[in-house]
Protein backbone atom coordinates (compact mmCIF):
# COMPACT_ATOMS: atom_id res chain seq x y z
CA UNK A 1 0.00 0.00 0.00
CA UNK A 2 1.48 3.27 -0.90
CA UNK A 3 1.49 5.97 1.69
CA UNK A 4 -0.69 8.85 2.15
CA UNK A 5 1.57 12.43 2.50
CA UNK A 6 0.64 14.13 5.67
CA UNK A 7 -0.83 17.54 6.17
CA UNK A 8 -0.62 19.19 9.31
CA UNK A 9 -2.75 22.09 10.07
CA UNK A 10 -2.55 24.58 12.72
CA UNK A 11 -5.72 26.55 13.50
CA UNK A 12 -5.34 29.93 15.30
CA UNK A 13 -5.74 29.49 19.11
CA UNK A 14 -9.57 29.69 19.84
CA UNK A 15 -9.82 30.79 23.65
CA UNK A 16 -7.93 28.15 25.07
CA UNK A 17 -8.23 25.51 22.84
CA UNK A 18 -5.57 24.97 20.10
CA UNK A 19 -6.28 22.68 16.96
CA UNK A 20 -3.69 20.72 14.89
CA UNK A 21 -5.47 19.23 11.70
CA UNK A 22 -3.88 15.90 10.22
CA UNK A 23 -4.40 14.45 7.19
CA UNK A 24 -2.57 11.34 5.48
CA UNK A 25 -0.69 9.08 7.43
CA UNK A 26 1.12 9.38 10.63
CA UNK A 27 3.76 6.84 10.13
CA UNK A 28 7.63 6.83 10.31
CA UNK A 29 8.55 9.29 7.50
CA UNK A 30 6.22 11.78 8.52
CA UNK A 31 5.22 11.69 11.69
CA UNK A 32 7.99 14.17 13.09
CA UNK A 33 5.97 17.13 11.42
CA UNK A 34 2.83 16.40 13.80
CA UNK A 35 5.68 16.30 16.69
CA UNK A 36 7.22 19.65 15.35
CA UNK A 37 3.60 21.10 14.72
CA UNK A 38 2.97 20.34 18.12
CA UNK A 39 6.18 22.37 19.86
CA UNK A 40 5.86 24.67 17.84
CA UNK A 41 2.02 25.30 18.78
CA UNK A 42 2.66 24.59 22.35
CA UNK A 43 6.02 27.28 22.26
CA UNK A 44 4.08 30.15 23.18
CA UNK A 45 2.09 28.66 25.61
CA UNK A 46 3.32 30.31 29.18
CA UNK A 47 2.95 28.94 32.88
CA UNK A 48 0.81 32.49 33.56
CA UNK A 49 -1.55 31.45 30.69
CA UNK A 50 -4.72 29.25 31.33
CA UNK A 51 -4.30 25.79 30.48
CA UNK A 52 -4.86 24.59 26.74
CA UNK A 53 -6.52 22.43 24.88
CA UNK A 54 -4.39 21.13 22.48
CA UNK A 55 -6.75 19.05 20.30
CA UNK A 56 -5.49 17.02 17.39
CA UNK A 57 -8.09 16.30 14.62
CA UNK A 58 -7.56 12.61 13.49
CA UNK A 59 -10.56 13.05 11.04
CA UNK A 60 -8.57 12.73 7.96
CA UNK A 61 -6.13 10.32 9.41
CA UNK A 62 -5.57 7.43 7.09
CA UNK A 63 -3.13 5.38 8.92
CA UNK A 64 -1.14 5.42 12.61
CA UNK A 65 1.87 3.50 12.51
CA UNK A 66 3.76 2.11 15.85
CA UNK A 67 6.17 4.92 15.16
CA UNK A 68 2.80 7.28 15.05
CA UNK A 69 1.75 6.33 17.88
CA UNK A 70 4.87 6.69 19.85
CA UNK A 71 4.62 10.19 18.83
CA UNK A 72 1.15 11.05 20.03
CA UNK A 73 2.59 9.79 23.53
CA UNK A 74 5.23 12.60 22.77
CA UNK A 75 3.04 14.82 22.33
CA UNK A 76 1.02 13.73 25.62
CA UNK A 77 3.96 14.47 27.23
CA UNK A 78 4.80 17.64 25.75
CA UNK A 79 1.42 18.57 26.67
CA UNK A 80 1.30 17.63 30.71
CA UNK A 81 4.75 19.89 30.08
CA UNK A 82 2.88 22.64 29.67
CA UNK A 83 -0.31 22.04 31.85
CA UNK A 84 -2.23 20.94 28.29
CA UNK A 85 -4.72 18.95 28.09
CA UNK A 86 -4.10 16.59 24.96
CA UNK A 87 -7.31 15.24 23.10
CA UNK A 88 -8.22 13.41 19.59
CA UNK A 89 -10.75 14.13 17.98
CA UNK A 90 -12.67 11.97 15.12
CA UNK A 91 -10.08 8.62 15.36
CA UNK A 92 -10.62 6.40 12.95
CA UNK A 93 -11.32 3.16 13.82
CA UNK A 94 -7.81 2.32 12.74
CA UNK A 95 -6.55 4.64 15.09
CA UNK A 96 -8.77 3.14 17.70
CA UNK A 97 -8.22 -0.55 17.52
CA UNK A 98 -4.21 0.53 17.94
CA UNK A 99 -4.82 2.52 20.89
CA UNK A 100 -6.58 -0.31 22.50
CA UNK A 101 -4.88 -3.34 20.91
CA UNK A 102 -1.86 -1.17 23.22
CA UNK A 103 -3.15 -0.57 25.80
CA UNK A 104 -2.88 3.32 25.85
CA UNK A 105 -6.55 4.05 24.84
CA UNK A 106 -7.27 5.63 28.06
CA UNK A 107 -3.65 7.66 28.01
CA UNK A 108 -4.77 9.41 24.84
CA UNK A 109 -8.76 9.07 24.73
Known sequence: MRQQPL???TAPVDGDTITIAVAGDVAYDTADE???AAENALRDHTAEDPAP???VDCADMTLCDSYGLSVLLM???LA??????LVLDNP???L???LRRTGVHALLA
Open 80 to 85: LGHRAT
Open 96 to 98: TRL
Open 92 to 94: PAQ
Open 7 to 9: SVT
Open 75 to 77: IRE
Open 53 to 55: RLV
Open 34 to 36: LRR
